[in-house]
């Protein structure tokens, strides 16, 4: 008999560049630096998608969206998490719950948190009240203190449809 209910944990880090944009939650934040990555470098977005397919055991975000592959090049993170959302629903499930935390030393994050829950939670088709997002500092310590990077982690109920 399958569980009805399944939880998943997914982390994400990039480093933090120059003159790159920095998005995070599916929104661009005013910063001086930015991801590197092959994609956008949604670090949120990304920690959500491996969450959300290791809940279903359907493998990471690597195997089904490589940074090898050009297709995946520059792509908008959001167009991942719909991407991510359809497997989920062809495996019979549901987002139930989403908490996220954000590792960031700088810029602050908190303006820009309802933002993100709203356009996350319309992706996800749950309401706001079930996505969670914070951030927090390192207090100056590891490579998000230095800020040479910034890491997120989500953890995700999906249920049996």
């Given at each position: 008999?399958?569980?009805?209910?399944?939880?998943?944990?997914?982390?994400?880090?990039?480093?933090?560049?120059?003159?790159?944009p920095?998005?995070l939650?599916?929104?661009?934040?005013?910063?001086?630096?930015?991801?590197?990555a092959?994609?956008?470098?949604?670090?949120?977005?990304?920690?959500?998608?491996?969450a959300?397919?290791?809940?279903?055991?359907?493998?990471?975000?690597?195997?089904?969206?490589?940074?090898?592959?050009?297709?995946?090049?520059?792509?908008d993170?959001?167009?991942?998490?719909?991407?991510?959302?359809?497997?989920?629903?062809?495996?019979?499930?549901?987002?139930?719950?989403?908490?996220?935390?954000?590792?960031?030393?700088s810029?602050?994050?908190?303006?820009y948190?309802?933002?993100?829950?709203?356009?996350?939670?319309?992706?996800?088709?749950?309401p706001?009240?079930?996505?969670?997002i914070?951030?927090?500092?390192?207090?100056?310590?590891?490579?998000?203190?230095?800020e040479?990077?910034?890491?997120?982690?989500?953890?995700?109920?999906?249920?049996?449809?």
């Open positions: 008999m399958e569980t009805p209910f399944r939880i998943g944990h997914g982390y994400d880090v990039h480093q933090l560049a120059d003159q790159l920095l998005w939650g599916g929104i661009r934040i005013k910063s001086l630096r930015g991801c590197v092959h994609s956008d470098g949604d670090v949120l977005i990304h920690a959500l998608c491996d959300l397919l290791g809940a279903a055991a359907l493998g990471d975000i690597g195997k089904h969206f490589p940074d090898t592959s050009e297709e995946f090049k520059g792509i993170s959001k167009i991942l998490l719909h991407r991510t959302l359809r497997l989920l629903d062809q495996a019979g499930f549901a987002v139930g719950n989403v908490d996220c935390t954000l590792a960031l030393q810029p602050k994050i908190a303006p948190l309802p933002e993100m829950r709203r356009v996350l939670a319309e992706i996800l088709q749950i706001v009240s079930a996505l969670s914070k951030a927090t500092t390192t207090e100056r310590l590891g490579f998000v203190g230095r040479e990077g910034v890491e997120a982690h989500a953890v995700v109920l999906i249920m049996q449809k």
